[in-house]
């Protein structure tokens, strides 16, 4: 006999090595271990690979019993039999000869695909355990057995690509089925196959159903279609069963293994967009007729045992894929507009509560406030979809409701833009019904998010009209705010005068209200103000009354903002040890709020303070840290505070051509952002580079750091390898080849200025610069601009 009857592998495994490392660890410990997954999740792929590893450790055999296609459990006894070639006595059932064929035996069974017969199969499998002590057992299943000795292994989804794993395993997965059906990826195509890999959720035949488009797609292509997936995954393995051959077959056939109210609540759960619970299920999901509150709870875990629910400590979650199949069948039962309303009027409610008393309440201990607040920042995901809903449905109350509430948990987070965008949709909406008061305060968080953003004009339009319309609303947080914001944009336009008169009126007006949270952030301003007066002393005594009120208010982002701002004044005054600890300090509480942008700006003046105490190591190790922590981020505002520093540690170590080179990646990271450019620093240290270095060699790092990756140009000068930047090839080609407006445009490129900025000195428009620029490359054969400077300045065109 052969010692098993597993098929050959058609095609490489990819990934999971983890998994059946862990698998074939515990078949040797546990008799009965069941696969439960939804759907096209790799089940049984994953169960023959073990399978097969496991073949040595069982001399009686290894064997497969594919079950999807039996429809009737009493059937189920007789297939195992045909597999085990046992043979049928008459009036005997098939079970008895099982037990004779098995008893002793020292063998894997291998039973595949048993949600159908879900019930026989555990009646059998009890039976063959009690009766067959060396026997082991491995099922795949959406349903788990739920009989006692059972090990159930949730199969997950592949691991998703992100900045640290760029090759995980859905991505080789796909790279790999695109190649067995002739398609060649690039290094290119990276970005676009991420895309497809996390919108499809990491599940396995997903991934290679789109692989198999590539035939005909490329990965851009299909990203920007994976919406409609339903549609666009139908070309699966003709040799395949047919609920695999597409994935809308594969999902259908889990659905239709439900009982009804399952079905039910999965189509209602699809409203909501991330993470949720039992309560907000409760509120979202229930009625009085179809699906009453007290059966939540059980029709969850009905779900959760057929795998088409994701169960992590109490908080639920759909795969993308299921969720986009339950929505259209939301769709379809015409229950969507009804359920969506209910989940904006129920998410805004929760998030109400939230703000309340997780950040708004004065005086209230961290503790207290934390779950709130951790409860808060869990529904985001749902507050986008949310928002989404109410500008789509024009909702304009819930939505300002929501979006006040909600982009105050964002900003402690240091997300600021997202509220900005979703004030800027709901105030376009039809006001009409919605309290004025609502769109007062809606509007002064709205100037906040303008401030934060820097369009000054912007703000101080929003905000005049905030201030003229809550006049007669009563003092809150949100009022504070808004007066707050009126006061940052006085001093942020050099009106001190009337700032300073404003910030005090505020100090009062909070004072009189108990409103801790924006009377600390008027002593923060105050400190600014006194700062840029040059009066070191008052900006102290207003900095450190800024952080009593704020630990008086007891949230700990009001702590740190205030923390970092006496860090600032400390550095003012040339404190640095101070500055150091205070910053260090502020660092510590934004990470553990998780606000890594505020967290990588302190970090970020920590090492701009090391550099002046001539601590080059420490702030070398900082920067690094904080290249990180804004790559993670995706924030090009604290990429260029890194590049900005790192100029200057390189120029004080006698590195002035990384100097350079950092400040152009700098300069044209701030043009990227719409922010001033114009730096003495700057002009200084270029000056200095052309007295030291020359006018070619500072033109080529200026505009080498420009060109380049800002990552790579930080790592570069970090590594201290900005010299080692090789010269771009420079071909003798004579400067009269060039028109007179080519040449005065290479001229103004060793400078490194920006499409932008050439237009500006010429007075022509950027598209007119890009064209220049383009002949000019053709004509003297370059590909880079920083080639064109080179040559410009060999030829003595540079611009002064």
């Keep these: ?73 009493d059937l189920v006894a007789h297939e195992i039999a045909n597999v085990l ?44 355990l009690a009766g067959c002590p060396e026997l082991r057992i491995l099922l795949t299943t959406r349903e788990a057995l739920r009989i006692p000795g059972e090990l159930v292994w949730r199969v997950p989804p592949l691991d998703l690509p992100d900045a640290r794993h760029p090759d995980a395993e859905a991505v080789l997965l796909f790279t790999d089925r695109s190649l067995a059906v002739g398609a060649r990826l690039s290094g290119a195509d990276f970005d676009d196959v991420a895309r497809v890999c996390v919108a499809l959720d990491g599940l396995p035949l997903a991934l290679e159903l789109a692989a198999a488009r590539t035939r005909m797609l490329s990965p851009a292509q299909i990203a920007d279609r994976i919406g409609d997936r339903f549609r666009l995954l139908t070309s699966g393995d003709r040799t395949a069963p047919a609920r695999q051959r597409t994935l809308l077959a594969t999902v259908e056939w889990s659905h239709d293994l439900l009982l009804a109210k399952e079905r039910v609540l999965l189509r209602r759960l699809s409203v909501f967009a991330g993470h949720f619970d039992l309560d907000l299920v409760e509120q979202v999901c229930a009625d009085d007729v179809h699906l ?62 939230c703000f309340e008393s997780g950040l708004a309440t004065p005086r209230a201990p961290w503790p207290e406030r934390l779950p709130s607040f951790v409860r808060g920042r869990s529904l985001l995901d749902d507050c986008r979809a949310a928002v ?71 703000c101080e339009r929003v905000v005049e009209e905030a201030l003229r319309e809550q006049e007669k609303v009563p003092h809150s947080l949100g009022k504070g705010v808004t007066l707050n914001v009126a006061g940052v944009l006085l001093l942020r336009t050099g009106r001190f005068d009337r700032a300073e008169r404003h910030f005090e009126q505020v100090v009062a007006t909070t004072t009189e209200h108990d409103d801790t949270f924006n009377r600390a952030i008027a002593h923060s301003c105050l400190a600014v103000l006194a700062g840029l007066r040059g009066q070191p002393r008052l900006a102290h005594r207003h900095a450190s009354q800024a952080l009593a009120v704020a630990r008086e208010n007891g949230h700990p982002w009001h702590v740190a903002m205030a923390t970092s701002q006496l860090a600032a004044v400390a550095e003012w005054r040339g404190d640095t040890e101070a500055a150091v600890t205070h910053y260090r300090e502020a660092a510590a509480i934004f990470g553990e709020l998780d606000n890594r942008v505020e967290m990588e700006r302190c970090l970020v003046m920590v090492a701009k303070v090391a550099i002046g105490r001539r601590d080059h190591a420490m702030a070398k190790d900082l920067l690094a840290e904080c290249l990180e922590l804004a790559q993670r981020t995706g924030q090009r505002l604290g990429m260029a505070r890194v590049l900005r520093v790192l100029s200057r540690l390189a120029d004080v170590e006698g590195d002035l051509a990384g100097a ?66 090789p010269l771009p090839t420079v071909a003798e080609v004579p400067h009269p080849v060039l028109t007179a407006r080519e040449q005065e445009i290479a001229g103004l490129l060793t400078r490194g200025l920006s499409n932008r900025g050439i237009a500006d000195e010429l007075v022509i428009s950027p598209a007119t610069v890009a064209r220049h620029i383009a002949n000019i490359m053709e004509k003297l ?12 300045v060999e030829h003595d065109l540079g611009s002064a």
């Design 85 to 128: 070639g046992v043979r049928e006595e008459r009036s005997r059932p098939s079970l008895d000869g099982l037990l004779v064929r098995l008893r002793g035996a020292r063998a894997l069974l291998v039973l595949d695909n048993c949600e159908q017969v879900v019930e026989r199969c555990a009646e059998l499998v009890s039976a063959l």
């Design 1 to 73: 006999m052969t010692s098993h009857n597993l098929p050959a592998e058609p095609n490489r495994f990819v990934g999971r090595a983890r998994d059946v490392d862990e698998l074939c660890g515990l078949l040797r410990d546990q008799r009965l271990v069941t696969l439960c997954g939804v759907g096209g999740i790799g089940k049984t792929r994953l169960a023959l690979r073990v399978a097969a590893r496991a073949v040595s450790g069982f001399p009686d055999g290894v064997w497969l019993v594919e079950l999807a296609r039996i429809t009737g459990a």
């Design 292 to 353: 009453p509150a007290e059966e939540m709870l059980d029709l969850l875990g009905g779900l959760v045992d057929k795998s088409l629910l994701l169960a992590d400590g109490g908080r639920y979650r759909l795969l993308e894929t299921i969720k986009q199949f339950a929505l259209e069948r939301l769709r379809e039962q015409d229950e969507l507009v009804w359920f969506r309303d209910r989940h904006l009027q129920v998410i805004c409610e929760v998030q109400e509560r």
């Design 781 to 792: 054969g370059y590909s880079s601009r920083s080639q064109i400077a080179l040559w410009a």
């Design 660 to 725: 350079v080179l950092s400040s152009g990646a700098a300069t044209a990271l701030a043009e990227q952002m719409g922010e001033p450019t114009v730096s003495g620093r700057i002009e200084e240290l270029l000056a200095r580079s052309r007295d030291r270095l020359g006018e070619g060699r500072t033109a080529l790092q200026w505009s080498r750091g420009r060109e380049l990756d800002p990552v790579e140009v930080a790592r570069l000068v970090l590594e201290g390898g900005n010299g080692r930047l």
């Design 388 to 458: 989404d809903w109410a500008v789509e449905s024009g909702n304009a109350l819930l939505g300002l409701r929501l979006a006040y509430v909600a982009s105050a948990m964002l900003a402690v987070h240091g997300e600021i833009a997202e509220g900005v965008e979703w004030f800027e949709r709901l105030l376009r909406l039809d006001l009409t019904g919605v309290p004025p008061e609502v769109v007062a305060l809606s509007k002064g968080a709205f100037a906040y998010g303008l401030e934060a953003r820097d369009d000054l004009a912007g």
